[in-house]
Structures are given as structure tokens and as C-alpha cells.
């Protein structure tokens, strides 16, 4: 069983890159993290309550699930490039659409369109760039596409505040709705034209047949990824929420936490991609999980200004690596089902992380703080180190086999 491979230009190299990042930049930051630093605004402006806040984020995330299940079924490339250009337009229509409503049940509605969408792309766009990879030896710079997530952190941090005073309500959704057309556009023009065959190809040109997803091999990854889930969404969701009601009006942090999250997560694609690739990907992303348990633990010991800036610091510098480093993890364990496998995994994920609003919801209309929910993110990343230690490495796996 052989894979083609040929070589990729460094000029070709880096368009795919930029699209994939453009892409992500458009349904996960303008899309969906930039509600985060929105929900203290629309809180302030009266149209959600910070229960109806927690309520919205998790009929994105249910979204989000609905959208990775979608994308198990039509995992293969010329499945992609029929389902990835109608999940852009989704997006861009339901983010237009976000202007125009008040009611937190519609805003609810919105969001879970929006956020099948999101699912669908996050899982799509980057296996189709990491299959496009893997046949030109270059699977090292997978993680580069996630950069765009980290600077569309940052862009969303200068679109939500640099027009926090000209808008209000629903018209705070312009800046991403107007910016997100020509984004789309180009990255999913570009994608659909990556020459990827339609699977693994055996010598004699056939094509593999899809495994089982579970064995003994991806069970303790999907578990470890679970974890990952739930304890990352929670400073990923309600940070600025919470810096708010911590500080004092003025203080820096209340607008400043989530930039100081962008600014960490852009070049940490590029940090962890490297790291997995030195130490391999599996020690990286025990190390990973290990950071990302400490930021989530310093603010629940210290809810004031250093709790805030350890969490925002050590989980914006990690998040996005746990993802980049299972996929590639997960494609070594199952070389022939690689988009299959990542959407499984970000199916699980979307299940846990979409938990954590609902647990905070309930946790706060029981009379509960925000700090106190944060427990339970640094328990779920705890979870995820443990079961990270029994992911075996691929070549030990294979060669077991």
C-alpha cells in the first residue's frame, strides 16, 4: 500500500497555507470566537442576560457537533468539494443575518446554522490540506493553517472594540458579516481546486477501503480530545465575561484578556507544528495538555488580574495546538481514513465543549459564579493529560500490527 507523492513548491506551498488559514480565519474567529469578546457588549446593551449568553453559545455548539457528525459522512475529497462551498455561503448568510435579529431565540437559531457550518469547514478544509500534504512530505506544516484562527482572534479583538462605541445590539455583528464575504470567497475558490485523490491508493491503483474508527489505539486519543473539549471552551467562552465582573470599569484587562489570548495563539501553530515535529507529535501533546491544565487551574487559585493573565497567556498559547497535534496524531494512527478520523474527533470534541455553556448555565441560574465553573474546565484538561499517557506512538502501534 503506497501513497502518491510529489513536491510542492514553496510558492504553491504557501497559497495553501494562506487559504486554509483565511478559511479558518473566517468560520472559526469571525464566525464563532468573536461572540466571545462580543458577549460582554451585547450583555451590556441589554439584548441577552449572561444565562441567555451561556444559552446561544450552546446552540452554537450543538451546531458545531451537528456539522463534525455531517462531515464523518462525507469525509472523502470529492465529497469536500461539493459540502464546503455550501457550508461558506451558510456562514456568510447566517452571519448577515445576526444584524438583523434581537431576540435571544433567534440570535440561538442563527447560531446553530452558523455553527453546523463552522463544524463542517473546521473539519473539511484542513484534512483536505493535510491529505494535499501528506502526498508532497510536507505534513509538517499542517499546523500553519491554524494560524489563521489565532490572528482572526486578534482581528475580532479589534473589530469588537475599535466599533464598540458606533455600534450597538445586533449591528455589532457588521464588521465580521462584511469582512467574511471576500475572505470566503477567495480561501473556499482556492481549496476546491487542491489536487487530492479520491482516497489512499494501493499499488496497483485501488483504492482502500474505510476501518473501524475505534481500537486500541484512537480510544484513549478520543478520550484524551474529550477532555480537551470541555476544559478549554470555558476561558474560551466567558474570560472576557468574567474579567469584567472581577475588575473594576477601566481596567485594562476587561477589554485587554482576550487580546492578550490572540496575540499568544498566533504563532503558536507554528511553535507546536515545529515541537511535534522535533520531539514527536505525541510528547508535544502531553506537554500541551500539561500547560493548558496550569492556565485554566491559575484562575481558579487566583481570580484577580494574575489568574486572568496565566489563564489567557497558557491556554491561548495551547488550544490550538491540541488540535493540530491530534489530527496529525490521529492520521498516523489511521493513515487510510485521516478526514474520517478528524471528524470523528472534533465531533467528541464539539459534544464536551458544547457541555461547558450548558454546565455554566445551570450553574449560574443555581446561584453560582463564574470562577467556580472554571473548576471544572481545569478537571476536564486534568482528564485529558491522563488519558494522553496511554496514546501509543505510530510506528509501535504499526509495527505491532
Excluded at 69 to 79: C, E, G, M, N, T
Excluded at 303 to 324: E, K, N, Q, Y
Aim: charge should be positive; aromatic fraction near 10%.
Amino acid at each position: 500500500m503506497t501513497e502518491h507523492r510529489s513536491t510542492a513548491n514553496p510558492a504553491n506551498l504557501l497559497s495553501v497555507v494562506v487559504a486554509g488559514a483565511t478559511i479558518l480565519l473566517v468560520v472559526h474567529a469571525l464566525g464563532r470566537f468573536i461572540y466571545t469578546p462580543l458577549l460582554p457588549y451585547l450583555v451590556g446593551d441589554g439584548q441577552l442576560t449572561a444565562s441567555e449568553g451561556a444559552s446561544v453559545a450552546t446552540w452554537n455548539y450543538l451546531g458545531y457537533l451537528i456539522g463534525a457528525l455531517l462531515a464523518i459522512r462525507w469525509y472523502r475529497p470529492d465529497q469536500i468539494r461539493l459540502t464546503l462551498p455550501i457550508a461558506m455561503v451558510v456562514h456568510v448568510i447566517t452571519t448577515l443575518l445576526q444584524t438583523q435579529v434581537e431576540p435571544a431565540s433567534w440570535l440561538s437559531a442563527l447560531r446553530l446554522v452558523n455553527g453546523i457550518a463552522n463544524g463542517v469547514v473546521f473539519v473539511q478544509a484542513p484534512a483536505l490540506i493535510l491529505e494535499w500534504l501528506v502526498r508532497r512530505n510536507r505534513t509538517s506544516a499542517s499546523g500553519l493553517v491554524y494560524v489563521g484562527v489565532g490572528v482572526g482572534l486578534l482581528l475580532s479583538s479589534f473589530l469588537v472594540s475599535g466599533t464598540a462605541d458606533l455600534l450597538t445590539g445586533p449591528a455589532r455583528w457588521w464588521p465580521a458579516a462584511l469582512l467574511s464575504i471576500p475572505l470566503a470567497a477567495w480561501a473556499t475558490w482556492y481549496l476546491l481546486k487542491l489536487d487530492v485523490p479520491a482516497g489512499l491508493q494501493r499499488d496497483d491503483g485501488s483504492f482502500v477501503d474505510k476501518g473501524p474508527l475505534l481500537d486500541r489505539a484512537s480510544i484513549p486519543l478520543f478520550l484524551s480530545y474529550a477532555g480537551a473539549g470541555l476544559g478549554y471552551i470555558l476561558p474560551m467562552t466567558f474570560l472576557p465575561l468574567l474579567t469584567k465582573t472581577q475588575l473594576p470599569e477601566g481596567h485594562w484587562l476587561v477589554d485587554g484578556s482576550w487580546l492578550l489570548v490572540a496575540v499568544v495563539t498566533i504563532p503558536t501553530p507554528i511553535i507546536w507544528s515545529y515541537l511535534g515535529s522535533r520531539v514527536g507529535d505525541l510528547r508535544a501533546l502531553r506537554l500541551n495538555y500539561l500547560i493548558q491544565f496550569l492556565g485554566a487551574l491559575a484562575l481558579v487559585l487566583w481570580p484577580d488580574p494574575r489568574g486572568i493573565v496565566l489563564c489567557a497567556l497558557l491556554v491561548g498559547s495551547t488550544f490550538v495546538g491540541t488540535v493540530l497535534l491530534t489530527q496529525r496524531i490521529g492520521r498516523a494512527l489511521h493513515p487510510h481514513q485521516g478526514p474520517r478520523l478528524s471528524a470523528a474527533t472534533v465531533a467528541l470534541y464539539s459534544v464536551t465543549q458544547m457541555a461547558g455553556p450548558c454546565l455554566t448555565r445551570q450553574w449560574l441560574d443555581a446561584g453560582g459564579t463564574l470562577v467556580g465553573a472554571f473548576t471544572l474546565g481545569a478537571i476536564a484538561l486534568g482528564w485529558g493529560l491522563f488519558f494522553a499517557l496511554f496514546v501509543p506512538r505510530a510506528e509501535d502501534w504499526h509495527a505491532r500490527r
